[in-house]
C-alpha cells in the first residue's frame, strides 16, 4: 500500500497526459503549505487571517504576527515542514481502521472550519469543500481498507508536498497567483541571516527525516493481544 502511495505520487507528475490526475494532488500540497503558514502563525501567538488559492496551483496565506525575526522565520518555515508533520500523525492513525476514519473525519471538520474561517475565495472555497466531502465520504461509505488506503495516500501528499516542486526551496522568488513574492526560503534567510538555498537544504533535510519517522510509526510491528 505505501509503496504503491509513493509510487504514484512521484511518477504521476512525469507521465504524459496524466496532468488531470496530478492537478487536484497540486493543489493538496499548495493547501497544506498555506495552511502550515497560517497554524505556524497561531502558534507563536500570531493570527491566520486568511488563505486564497488559484487554478495554477499557486497559493498564499495572509498572517499577523508580533514582527519579530523568530516569528517570521517560523512562520515561513511552517509551510515547507509543517505539512510533513502532520503525515508523521497520519500514519500512526492509518494503522488501524478505528483510527483511520476518525483521523478522516477530523480532517474533514477542520476543512469545513477552514472555509468559515480563512479560506477566502471562490476557487478555494470549491476545493477545500470538495476535499472534505470526498474525506466525509470514505469515512461514511468507504470499507476499512478503502478508509486506511485513503489516509495512507493522503499521509504521502502531505509528506511529499515540499518536494512536489523541489525547486521552490532552491529559489529567492515565489511566483503565485497574487504576484511575485519572496520565497518562503528567502523570507528566513531575511529573518535569520544565511543563504537561502541553506534553509532550503534544512527544510528539505527536516521533511526528509520526519516523513522516514512516520512510515516506521506506519511499519513497525502491532504488539500481540492475548
Known amino acids: 500500500m505505501l509503496v504503491a502511495c509513493v509510487t504514484c505520487s512521484l511518477a504521476l507528475p512525469h507521465i504524459p497526459g496524466a496532468h488531470w490526475a496530478w492537478w487536484p494532488l497540486m493543489l493538496l500540497s499548495t493547501l497544506a503549505h498555506e495552511a502550515g503558514h497560517g497554524l505556524a502563525a497561531v502558534l507563536v501567538g500570531g493570527d491566520f487571517v486568511s488563505l486564497e ?49 476518525t483521523a478522516l473525519g477530523v480532517l474533514a471538520g477542520v476543512l469545513v472550519l477552514a472555509v468559515v474561517l480563512v479560506v477566502r475565495n471562490l476557487f478555494g472555497v470549491a476545493y477545500v469543500l470538495v476535499l472534505s466531502s470526498l474525506l466525509a465520504a470514505v469515512v461514511r461509505f468507504g470499507s476499512a481498507w478503502v478508509a486506511r488506503f485513503g489516509l495512507v495516500f493522503l ?48 527544510c528539505g533535510f527536516i521533511s526528509v527525516a520526519v ?16
Do not use: N
Open 53 to 101: 488559492m488559484f487554478a495554477d496551483g499557486s497559493g498564499v496565506a495572509a498572517t499577523a504576527h508580533s514582527g519579530s525575526r523568530t516569528a517570521r522565520a517560523i512562520i515561513s518555515a511552517g509551510g515547507l515542514v509543517g505539512p510533513a508533520m502532520v503525515a508523521c500523525g497520519l500514519f500512526f492513525a492509518a494503522r488501524t481502521e478505528r483510527r483511520a476514519r
Open 155 to 202: 499521509a504521502v501528499q502531505l509528506a511529499l508536498s515540499v518536494f512536489s516542486r523541489g525547486d521552490y526551496l532552491f529559489t529567492p522568488v515565489a511566483r503565485t497567483g497574487a504576484g511575485d513574492m519572496p520565497s518562503d526560503v528567502a523570507q528566513i534567510a531575511d529573518a535569520l541571516v544565511l543563504p537561502y538555498w541553506l534553509w532550503g537544504s534544512v
Open 211 to 226: 516523513l522516514v519517522f512516520g512510515i516506521w510509526l506506519y511499519l513497525r510491528p502491532m504488539k500481540a493481544t492475548s
